[in-house]
């Protein structure tokens, strides 16, 4: 791995820019060797928007092990981080919006909670999964906004950032989802094996719906009385 530093940095000034983006990426997992970090927030003035983004994969990489001077509030990365989530090119804002949920500091969290704000859907989407990965309550007042979103995905998202958060419980959080989010079999089933009856009339609702096959066996499981009529009806 030592002997592909040279190599890679070397790379990011060729002509062709497929190379210049797969070199940025590949650095990624030499973010702690030598003159790495510094070539990587300076491909953030780059004027093509595909090796920004690169550049943010690479800065943000979970499995690469960050020098000790990185990702804190007054650190060069973390600047370019913050800059790149008001890049003019969605795709931009949307991997730093991802690459933030490495950054666990003060400044990268107030900023991924602006995001939620981004006029960009996949943006917001990455933002909440990153807040939730790093559990900021710095975006709980947005994520309780954006939990009565009428777009499903949105309000899925926000409830998920703000049960990892630990603003709602698992229960709460499926709950809600069942009023308007994105249910999945398996949380159908958790939701069945709580035996929590505050969510006998959401799955009895779900029987007249699309998911009214998850909702029946969720019932059953349940074993709840109240639910025999409606499973006789369908």
Known sequence: RQDERPTLLRHLRDEQLSTRIGATEALGAHLDEPGVLPALVAVMQ?????????ALSALGDRKAKAPADARRDDSADTAALVAAMDDPASM?????????GAFDCSRARKALAAMLDDKDKAVQLAACASLGELKAKEGVEELQTLR????????T??????QAIGELSTVEALLEK???????TDELQAIARSKDRRALPAL????????????AYSLAEFGDREAVGPLIEI
Request: aromatic residues 0%; positive net charge.
């Open 46 to 54: 780059d004027p093509q928007p595909d090796l920004r983004a690169a």
């Open 92 to 100: 931009v804002r949307k991997t730093a919006a991802a690459a933030a």
């Open 148 to 155: 009565t979103s009428d777009d499903r995905q949105l309000k």
């Open 157 to 162: 998202a926000a409830l998920e950032a703000l």
């Open 178 to 184: 069942l009023k308007g989010g994105n249910v999945s």
């Open 204 to 215: 009895i609702a779900e029987l007249k719906g699309p998911r009214r096959i998850m909702a």
